[in-house]
C-alpha cells in the first residue's frame, strides 16, 4: 500500500495520483504539481489515502509545493486572459480560411504556455497560424486537435435525459459503446434517440450492460427446448428487464399457444420443475376456481333478477304493491273533472237572458231540476263538459214562445220592449 493525493485539473474529471511526500495536505487545498505539460495548478478533492501499487502508474511524481496566495492570484489573473485568447484565435483562423473549430482556450497557471483546443473533420496544416498567434500573445502556443465527445466534455451542455451529461458531470474517461448494446437492451436503434450531444452512442449504455448480460447467461436460449409447468416447449425470446421467457408449446388438442414463464421456473428437458413452479401453478389454479365461482354466483344473481317481474305478474305478496301504484297515479286526472264545477254559474249567467227574454211566468228550463234531484257525479260531470250544447237548446225554445207572448190575454208587454 502505498500513500498518495487525488489531484484534478481544469480540463476534466480525472483524477491523478501524486505522491504527498511529508507536506500538510488536505481536501480542498490547491498544489504545485510537474506534469508532461509543464508546471500546473492543481485541486486535491479529498483527503490522502492508501492505495493498492496495481491502481498507480510508476513512477510516481511527487507534488512540488502548496498553492500560496500568489499563485492562486496569477491563476486567476491568466484565467481572465483566456477570452480575450479564444477571440484573437478566431480571428486569425478567419483570416488564413482554415477549416478548424476551436472549443476552449487554456493559461498555465503561470502564463508560461497558452493551449488551444479544437476539432476538425481532417488535417489541418496550422503552421502559419502558430506563428501569427504567437506573435499576438507574446507566449509559447500549443494547439491540440481533440475529438467530439472530448469537445462535449469541455463544454457541457443537457443530455435526452434532462440532466448535465455524464461526461461533464462525472465520468472520468471514455468506455467503449457499440451497437451491440442497445440491440441487447431492446432499445429503439433510431440514431437521434441512442445518441448523445456528441453525435456518438450515449455513455450510459454501458452503465447496466454488466447486468444485462449476467441474467441473459442464465436464461435459456431461444431454440432450446425446456420444461414448464404446462408441458414441453420451445424457447421463443427472453426479456432481460422481466427476466421472463417466451416459450411456444403444442397443447393437447393440436393448438400452438406462446406462454410467458419467469426463467426460474424452467428446467431441462427431464429434469424436474422448481418449486416454486410448481407452487405457482397452484396458486393460480385456486385463482382459476374462485374466478369461476365468482362468475356463477353473478350469473345466478343475473337470472334471478330477470325471473323476478313474472313472478310479480303471478300475483305474489311483493307485487300488489307495485300493482296498485298505477291506479294510485290515475286519481289525480278524476281531480280536475270535479273542479269543473265553475261552469255552472257560466250557465246562470247565459239563462238569465234567456228568461228575460221569455214569459215570466214559463217554467225555468234547464239542468237545476236535474241537480236538485241528486243525480250522480258522473252526469254532473257530463252536463259541465257539455254546458255550451246546453245553452243552445234554451234560445230556441225561447223563440217558439214569441208568438204566445202576443196573444192578447198574454203577460206583460216586456218581451215586446225586448225586442
Known sequence: MIKVIGVKFKTGNRIYYFDPLDLPVKAGDGVIVETA????????????????????????KPVVR???????????????????????????????????????????FNGSKVVFYFTADERVDFRELVKDLAY?????????????????KMLGGLGPCGRLVCCKAFLDDFRPVSIK?????????????????????????QYEQSAYEAIRSKMPKPGKEVNTVDGIGVVVENNAITERTKVRLTMEDGTIDVREYPYTHLSQPGEPLPEEALEAKKAEASKEKDANAQF???????ARRSARP????????????????????QKPESKPEQKQKPAQPKQKQDAKPAQKQGNPSAPKQGNEPAQKQGQKPAQRQDFSQNAENNVEPKKESSRRRRPRRRKPNGGPNKPETAE
Not at 505539460?37 to 510516481?60: H, N
Open 181 to 205: 448494446m442497445a440491440k441487447e437492451q431492446n432499445l429503439s436503434l433510431s440514431p437521434t434517440k441512442i445518441s448523445g450531444l456528441c453525435g456518438r452512442l450515449m455513455c450510459c449504455l
Open 310 to 329: 313474472a313472478k310479480l305478474q303471478n300475483g305474489g305478496k311483493q307485487g300488489n304493491a307495485p300493482a296498485q301504484k298505477p291506479d294510485q297515479k
Open 37 to 60: 505539460r509543464g508546471m500546473e495548478f492543481g485541486d486535491v478533492p479529498e483527503d490522502p489515502k492508501e492505495v493498492d501499487e496495481s491502481e498507480i502508474v510508476a513512477p510516481l
Open 136 to 152: 499576438a500573445l507574446k507566449t509559447r502556443i500549443e494547439l491540440r486537435q481533440i475529438g467530439v465527445r472530448d469537445e462535449a
Open 66 to 108: 502548496i498553492a500560496t496566495d500568489e499563485d492562486k492570484r496569477l491563476r486567476a489573473q491568466y484565467a481572465a486572459k483566456e477570452s480575450d485568447a479564444f477571440a484573437v484565435c478566431v480571428e486569425k483562423i478567419e483570416a488564413h480560411g482554415l477549416d478548424m473549430k476551436l472549443v476552449d482556450v487554456e493559461y498555465t
Open 296 to 302: 356463477r354466483k353473478e350469473a345466478g344473481n343475473n
